[in-house]
């Protein structure tokens, strides 16, 4: 693997661990052993929250190293903004993804959001959970099964949504196949 690119393999293989748990948690959901269930919640959380960090914080370490020149970013803000150029799995945009991506991370760091730059997350209560609700856009389980949301301004949005939209504009930036 190039180097600026060496660390890209754990960071998948840590975004990958979310979505098995994910998929545990929903095939535990209406089974007989509830303790299992809750066990494969916490999991699923606890993997969805180091996910964020670690998508999120990627693109900040790349960013310091010097391994992202290509994308001629002079800041992390414009690093962002370039990776923003989001699109859904349906072609639909999504450019608020990687912002609400870092907000997740910055509530699961700081446990408090008092930033002004804070627009799409509660500053208050829960910005990450887990929900048998419907999120916005078709997104994630339509159907009532459980699932990793995200409150945003907008509504309720689905947090493996926003990772595989992310994750597929660093796939795009960086050139690499798509996973």
């Not at 809750?38 to 960013?63: G, I, K, P, V």
């Not at 804070?118 to 887990?130: D, S, T």
Request: glycine residues 8%.
């Amino acid at each position: 693997m190039p180097s600026s690119i060496q660390h890209v393999g754990e960071l998948f293989s840590t975004l990958a661990r979310f979505i098995q748990w994910e998929v545990v948690l929903v095939d535990l959901y209406k089974g007989p052993d509830a303790d299992a269930a809750q066990d494969a919640s916490y999991e699923t959380l606890r993997t969805a929250m180091t996910a964020a960090l670690f998508l999120h914080h990627f693109a900040e370490a790349a960013f310091a190293r010097g391994a992202l020149a290509h994308i001629h970013a002079n800041n992390k803000q414009a690093l962002f903004n370039a990776i923003g150029g989001l699109v859904a799995v349906d072609g639909t945009n999504r450019p608020d993804d990687v912002k609400i991506l870092g907000e997740v991370a910055d509530a699961v760091e700081h446990g408090v959001l008092n930033a002004n730059h804070v627009i799409h997350v509660p500053k208050n209560g829960r910005v990450i959970e887990i929900s048998h609700a419907q999120p916005l856009f078709g997104e994630g389980h339509q159907d009532g099964r459980p699932q990793v949301v995200i409150s945003t301004a907008a509504g309720v949005r689905s947090f493996r949504a926003i990772v595989e939209n992310v994750c597929r504009g660093w796939i795009n930036q960086l050139n690499l196949d798509p996973i």
